[in-house]
């Protein structure tokens, strides 16, 4: 079955950074694109990051433009959100996500805090 497992979230300091993974099992991971969203509390996920599934196209919110990072190694089945100089705005459970067809899937989520 489809597994999604997010890790790396902490406390992190404003204008540091913080390396998010998301290890992927159960699909065959090099054919999907991979998200990175978040959710702020009592408020639907948003898309933070999109990568293709070669990996040569990605995409930001406007927000995390020019600070964060979407990257995969498909040989290990890993996405991964690189995330540089933090905000406290950043603040958020960080989840991957992938679609296959009709089928949606979601990790468990990873808790960002980021102290000014």
């Known amino acids: 079955q489809v597994q999604l497992v997010e890790s790396g979230g902490a406390l992190g300091q404003a204008g540091g950074p913080l390396r998010l993974s998301c290890a992927a099992s159960?699909?065959?991971?090099?054919?999907?694109?991979m998200m990175w969203y978040r959710q702020y509390p009592e408020k639907e996920p948003e898309l933070v990051a999109s990568?293709?599934?070669?990996?040569?196209?990605?995409n930001y919110e406007d927000s995390v433009k020019g600070r964060f990072t979407i990257s995969r190694d498909n040989e290990k089945n890993m996405l991964y959100l690189q995330m540089n100089s933090l905000k406290p705005d950043d603040t958020a459970v960080y989840f991957c996500?992938?679609?296959?067809?009709?089928?949606?899937?979601w990790g468990q989520g990873t808790q960002v805090t980021v102290s000014s």
């Open positions: 996500r992938t679609i296959h067809g009709v089928d949606i899937y």
């Open positions: 990568i293709t599934a070669g990996g040569t196209t990605t």
């Open positions: 159960g699909f065959a991971f090099r054919r999907y694109a």
